[in-house]
């Protein structure tokens, strides 16, 4: 029996051992909890009491201390709960702002009334001048010969309509003279041959007044002085004296420079911007500060497969010379686009998928509006919602007050307050946990 009482009490005193083991584990955690939870209130009382370091850029960030922001690496700044700058009216609206006085300046804050303004659609393109291809003529040789004399021998030299240009000596000038002549002389020829053989003098380029010469001497020119039959620049000289030419060589190539084409090339997604007949303007990279203005005469048909650009034509007066083929500049296309809202870029804040014009609600205090913008006008966004002609907004300094916002309404996020881990204890070779009874 004393065997049997012994063994009784012996799983008796385990079955306590046992029972005791967690009841103690679970008052440890709830000692660890309640001091964790009194650390805790006394930290955030500090924090509201003497404020807290913060990043303008993360809000969320919250430090006891000077540092650095943990996320971009910025200087952290001191937030002190201040009840004249954040009365307490504003506190339950997070899209209301107060600055003082002092904070405005600081922040370069500027206020302007939204009024209804032109709305232009503009379209700038790099382009270049050109000649005009109409105002441009290849003078040629119209038949086998040699180059006796150069009246006009230097290129850039200025010629005028009837001025003589070159001599040239050939066998079958000689020969279409004579044929003429034959023709004249015989009285038996009919009408038809004299017609012939005067318009094979024709098409070498005898003026009428040669002819009638001819006519009248009867005598044959064995050089023929071929004259200029439009007014222009001479652009190129292709030939020396002395030289034989072939018939179609070109002699000359002129251009009458008065009026240049102006090429520029626009992206298919603004050819609405474009008509025939509207105005526009002309930057020259060699004229900096000078407005040239012209008029578009041609858009061309077809659309560069590669750049997905159209080449716009338009014209201008090159000014007595001041302006030359080649030269490089910016063409800006305008289409007036009627009435409508523009606010300048700087006041509105795009964040994501929000848009936002900070708004003056009252003496210091700025309201956040949401905005629908539209296209853009250089500097200037349209508004389509969310403001009306008359209201006050901040033009400048709108991204300092949104920051403002966001360092009243931004909380911590989700930080921990340190937990110590409870002590290992020893475990016995049996792997249970040595207490002692």
């Not at 809000?59 to 910025?74: E, F, L, N, R």
């Not at 001191?78 to 003082?100: G, I, Q, R, S």
């Not at 008065?258 to 520029?264: E, F, G, K, M, R």
């Not at 509207?278 to 012209?294: D, I, M, Q, T």
Request: include cysteine; proline fraction near 4%; charged fraction near 25%.
């Amino acid at each position: 029996m004393k065997n049997i009482v012994r063994i009784n009490r012996g799983n008796k005193m385990k079955m306590t051992k046992y029972l005791l083991i967690p009841l103690i584990a679970l008052s440890l955690i709830f000692v660890a909890c309640s001091k964790t939870e009194e650390n805790g209130k006394h930290e955030h009382e500090v924090v509201k009491k003497d404020g807290y370091w913060t990043c303008t850029m993360h809000p969320q960030v919250h430090m006891d201390g000077p540092g650095s922001c943990p996320i971009c690496g910025m200087d952290l700044i001191k937030k002190v709960a201040d009840a004249a700058e954040e009365p307490k009216n504003d506190k339950d609206m997070p899209d209301m702002v107060t600055l003082t006085g002092k904070k405005q300046v600081l922040a370069n804050v500027s206020t302007i009334f939204v009024k209804n303004e032109s709305l232009q659609d503009q379209v700038t393109a790099y382009s270049y001048l050109d000649f005009a291809e109409n105002n441009r003529k290849t003078i040629s040789a119209r038949f086998n010969g040699r180059i006796e004399k150069l009246f006009v021998d230097k290129t850039g030299d200025y010629i005028k309509k009837g001025q003589p240009l070159f001599e040239i000596y050939s066998p079958d000038l000689v020969q279409a003279q004579n044929e003429y002549l034959i023709a004249l002389n015989n009285s038996s020829n009919s009408g038809s041959l004299i017609k012939a053989s005067k318009k094979k003098l024709e098409i070498f380029g005898l003026t009428s007044e040669q002819i009638q010469t001819l006519e009248k001497n009867r005598e044959i020119n064995l050089t023929l002085t071929y004259y200029s039959p439009i007014s222009g620049t001479v652009i190129e000289k292709k030939v020396q004296e002395g030289v034989y030419v072939n018939e179609g060589a070109t002699i000359y190539d002129v251009a009458e420079l008065s009026t240049l084409w102006n090429i520029a090339e626009v992206y298919e997604n603004n050819l609405s911007n474009v008509k025939v007949g509207s105005s526009v303007k002309l930057h020259l990279r060699a004229y900096p500060g000078e407005e040239f203005n012209g008029k578009v005469t041609f858009i061309y048909p077809v659309i560069n497969s590669q750049t997905r650009t159209v080449k716009i034509r338009s014209e201008f007066s090159s000014i007595g010379g001041k302006l030359k083929p080649q030269m490089y500049g910016e063409t800006i296309f305008n289409k007036a686009g009627g009435q409508g809202l523009l606010v300048p870029a700087d006041a509105v804040i795009i964040a994501g998928k929000r848009t936002v014009v900070w708004a003056k609600a009252g003496d210091g205090m700025f309201e956040a509006r949401n905005v629908t913008i539209g296209n853009r006008y250089g500097d200037k966004y349209q508004i389509v919602s969310g403001l009306t002609e008359g209201d006050e907004i901040a033009a400048t300094g709108g991204f300092l007050i949104d920051s403002e916002s966001q360092l009243k309404t931004g909380m911590p996020t989700g930080h921990q307050h340190g937990v110590t881990p409870p002590t290992q204890k020893k475990k016995s070779a049996d792997g249970m946990e040595e207490m002692k009874m």
